[in-house]
């Protein structure tokens, strides 16, 4: 239960940034990520304020479909690979540097 509320307040503090920072806000919360966003966090404040209505957390599968947003990062996982070569070439130069440093 601990972890359930530690998720719907990070995902809230989220969503609440994403609305802050957004151009146009309506327009987000009306997109397919903004509704999803929406409905993965209402049940939960809804069971609270309502009794009875526990069987809505049914819903926070939906939590589910917000990870489809990694997705989008594949785009950028060649760029990745090249940052970690690029670090492992470099391995004994960042050894000698962090040991000198420390």
Do not use: C, N, Q
Request: charge should be positive; avoid cysteine.
């Amino acid at each position: 239960m601990v972890l359930e509320w530690g998720f719907t307040f990070l995902f809230t503090l989220e969503y609440v940034a994403r609305l802050w920072v957004a151009r146009k806000p309506f327009r987000y919360m009306t997109s397919f990520f903004g509704v999803i966003d929406l409905l993965s966090i209402l049940p939960t404040y809804i069971s609270l304020l309502l009794p009875g209505t526990h069987y809505l957390l049914t819903i926070r599968i939906l939590r589910v479909i917000r990870v489809f947003r990694i997705f989008k990062l594949a785009g950028h996982l060649k760029e990745s690979h090249m940052i970690v070569a690029a670090l492992y070439a470099s391995r004994k130069k960042l050894t000698v540097f962090l040991t000198t440093v420390l």
